[in-house]
Every structure is written in C-alpha cells, then in structure tokens.
C-alpha cells in the first residue's frame, strides 16, 4: 500500500528548472530522509505534494486522491520551513496548533471537545503545555517547530511533510521532535522530511532519497550516502572535503 505517490513530476520556475521528473512512493509507518543542497528542490517538491506548485507534467496521489482532496480532509500535514511564516501574526500556540484541526471541523468551524482534546494531547506531547497560550512569535526557534509538530500531530494526518525541522533548534527540541517522528510512523503515518544533517539521518529515518532536480539515489540510508553519491550531490568527499 502506498500514502504518498509522485510520479514524473517536473517543475519550472520560469526558465528555472526545479524538479526533472521525479517519481516517488512512500508508504505508511515510514520516514524518508530527502536530502539534497539548498536549490535542489526539496522545498518545490514538497510545495507540490501540498499542491502549492502546480507541476508542468506528472502527479501527486495522497492516499489514492490528489492533493486538494487530501488538504480537505486532513490527510496530509505541513510543516514549512520557519522564514515561509508570518511569527508577527496575532497567534497565540494553541491557536496555531488548532488551526491543525480546521479539516476535522464541522459546518460551523467551530471546535468542539474532541478538537480541544486533540490539541491538549498534542501540546503535552511536544511539551509546550505551559506556553500555550504565549503569542507564537515570541517562543524560540526550537519551541516554534515543535509547536509546528503539534499542528500536524493534532491534525491526524496519514502523510506528514517537514521541511528543515532542525534547522536553528535546541538540541533538546531536535530529540523530542526525533522521538516524535519515530512514535508517529510507528503509529502508521507516513513522513518525507527533509534535513542537512547526514550524521543524524540513521537515527532518524529508514530511508534516504537524494535529490538534484531529479533523484540521483533512492534506498538504503548507508547505500544512499555513499561518497560517489555525495560528490554528485553536493560536490564533497566526506573524508576529504569539498571537491575542486
């Protein structure tokens, strides 16, 4: 059974190409680490499974519909990296990880008990119980990814979407939101995140994919992360450096 299908999608910036026909299935209970240098297009895929970007050819399948379909009913869950978000906006953390639970609401959109319960449940798990009801803006770089973590946790979601969680977090908030990923797939949702940190990535996902407008590598984490592969990637030898 598949959660998330990506089948030959390209995406133009313009002239810019972003994405060269990328195919890609990720099943449930899983995490798959999508790494790859800044402008290789992780954040255009994700914005296209979102159906943010709208791709030139190919498709998105999220639980046997598209994308719109599974935004409506709350199947997929997003969460951006922190520059693509507003932190003035008059929010307080419980309303942002409220908001998690809009495709849940009834024709009133007004939350009921369940909705409140799923967000205390969330809050607890992330640990930020004590600051919920703190403007978001004014936690730290590591609270505020957690509280983007609640969201989706609240949400329910089959699929969930991280782009660059650790980026600027405490290593306190990297661990809870690892421990996180890990109880979440083992619950049976399925996570693409994407991430720099290479050391971390046997710990943290069962599989890698590795991206440069297309996927040059797709499997293993150790096989993925083989120095022929990173010099394609990133231009680095692990053991030696960047390569000139």
């Not at 680490?33 to 290789?40: A, E, Q, T, Y």
């Not at 379909?69 to 309303?95: C, H, M, N, T």
């Not at 849940?104 to 919920?132: C, E, I, M, W, Y």
Request: charged share 25%.
């Amino acid at each position: 059974m598949t959660a998330l299908s990506i089948r030959d999608v390209t995406v133009h910036y313009g002239p810019v190409l972003a994405l060269d026909h990328v195919s890609l299935d990720l099943a449930p209970a899983s995490i798959c680490g999508l790494i790859g240098m800044n402008g290789s297009g992780k954040s255009t895929l994700f914005k296209t499974v979102m159906g943010i970007v709208r791709p030139d050819t190919g498709s998105v399948e999220i639980g046997g519909g598209g994308s719109a379909a599974a935004r409506k009913r709350a199947a997929v869950g997003y969460v951006p990296q922190a520059e693509e978000i507003d932190w003035a906006f008059p929010l307080s953390v419980r309303d942002v990880v409220m908001t998690g639970r809009y495709g849940h609401l009834g024709f009133t959109r007004r939350p009921r008990r369940r909705d409140h319960d799923a967000v205390d449940v969330a809050l607890d798990r992330v640990h930020l119980t004590d600051l919920q009801d703190r403007q978001i803006g004014q936690l730290s770089g590591g609270q505020r990814k957690r509280a983007f973590v609640a969201r989706a946790i609240a949400q329910e979601a089959s699929v969930l979407l991280l782009d660059e969680p650790f980026a600027g977090v405490d290593k306190r908030s990297e661990a809870t939101i690892t421990s996180l990923l890990r109880e979440l797939a083992d619950d049976g949702t399925a996570i693409l995140i994407s991430t720099h940190d290479l050391q971390a990535l046997p710990r943290l996902a069962d599989r890698a994919v590795l991206l440069m407008q297309r996927i040059l590598a797709d499997g293993d984490i150790a096989d993925v992360l083989r120095p022929e592969n990173l010099v394609r990637a990133f231009g680095i030898d692990p053991l030696e450096g960047p390569v000139r």
